[in-house]
């Protein structure tokens, strides 16, 4: 199993946005910073009756459309948050400022959510016409051409993010990584080896040992990840237990996810690998636990897995009413989950 550290994807350029939060809510009127408040609690429907309220207390509208936008991605209903999107757009001035750029990446979101990859594609580009150094949107935009077969465009848009900041490993590793989740992990592979075999870099051990992670060479990731599981915390702690279990020490693996959570800080995804280790060691008591664990963390994105997982636990433990319950739950949640629906199948002949 692998994983991603860093967050920005294709979906959602989330690293470059963050920051523009504080600074809209600053410009922003009351209804508005309402609505924006809404959507970081997820609570969408809420946040489009914030900004109905701030259009007819006059505030601002490219604010107004932008927050739409992002409620109505929120909701999945794309092509509103698109129209939203590019209303907001034409609320601008002749100069361009940050705040176009951050309408513009997730106008390019709405566009690819909503299966119109062209479009998003010419919004990644529009941008880069503007900003060549907009690293963000280059790595996006090959991202997307990888997805439309587009390799050697792909490939392009990759080495123009790559050249903006050659020491930016996070952008060369979430290369590496979409260029694995299209089938072409040797594309990406080269990147990454490029760095290692590169000693005038003098690599930290963190860098050196995630992108050995990624690139399979689990024995140098355990032994640079020990370094700095300490100093690095969870990203360090997440990739050396998964080098354990690619190595198939899967008690030590859960040692170390089990110590981080005792002498650091919790963590949705880390009770999630550990209840994972202690269903392959048979400790089907404490697999349970930690997955119910990490489900009492509110708001974090392992809750899919995580119920699923406190389901196969339940089975393992005999507990076939209660995983029955359970599973109905999960599905009224997650009703297109065709993993869950053959499950279910076999819950109710139990």
Known sequence: ??????????????????????????????????????????????????????????????????????????????????QSLERALTYSDAR?????????????????????????????????????????????????????????????????AIAVDKTDYDMLIDIYVSCSRYGQAQLGAAWLQAVLADTSLRLSDYDKGRMSFYLGDYETARVSLEKVKDAKGTGAVKLLGLSYENLGDYNYAASVYSTYLETKQEDAEIYNQLGLCKLRVGDYETALNAFRSGLAMEGNGMMQSLRFNEIVALEYLGQFEQAKISMQQYLALYPDDEKAQRENIFLQSR
């Open 1 to 82: 199993m692998k994983v991603r550290i860093r967050k920005a994807t294709a979906v959602l350029a989330v690293c470059f946005l963050t920051g523009l939060f504080a600074g809209c809510r600053a410009k922003a009127g009351e209804n508005i910073a309402q609505g924006m408040q809404q959507i970081e609690q997820m609570d969408y429907e809420g946040a489009l009756r914030s900004f109905e309220a701030a259009t007819v207390n006059k505030e601002d509208m490219q604010l107004i459309c932008r927050g739409q936008g992002l409620a109505y991605i929120g909701l999945t209903d794309y092509e509103s948050a698109a």
């Open 96 to 160: 361009i400022d940050q705040l176009d750029f951050d309408i513009n990446y997730y106008l390019a979101t709405a566009y690819y959510r909503g299966g119109q990859i062209d479009r998003a594609v010419a919004v990644y580009q529009a941008i880069v016409d503007l900003r060549p150094r907009e690293k963000e949107a280059w790595y996006l935009k090959g991202t997307l051409e990888l997805e439309q077969g587009k390799v050697e465009a792909a490939k392009a848009d990759f080495e123009q």
